[in-house]
């Protein structure tokens, strides 16, 4: 397996990409200390998450309550 298949990519939607992390976790850490409002998240050639609050129909960020929920797949 090469190298970039084991890293996670965070791209922005407007498509600037924002490098490989070792875990998911800090992709998505990354995505909120910058600020970002929405991005997707692959491993290799595979999207593990795509976080759009404005899009909730597809988005794994889903509206409960009158707050945002992160919907997690087991």
Do not use: T
């Amino acid at each position: 397996m090469s190298k970039a298949a084991r890293e996670y990519h965070l791209i922005d939607l407007v498509g600037i990409s924002h490098g490989g992390f070792v875990s998911l976790a800090g992709a998505r850490q990354f995505a909120r200390q910058e600020g970002l409002s929405a991005w997707d998240i692959f491993h290799g050639n595979d999207r593990i998450e795509y976080h759009d609050p404005d899009d909730q129909e597809r988005s794994d960020v889903k509206a409960i309550s009158g707050g945002l929920h992160r919907q997690i797949r087991c």
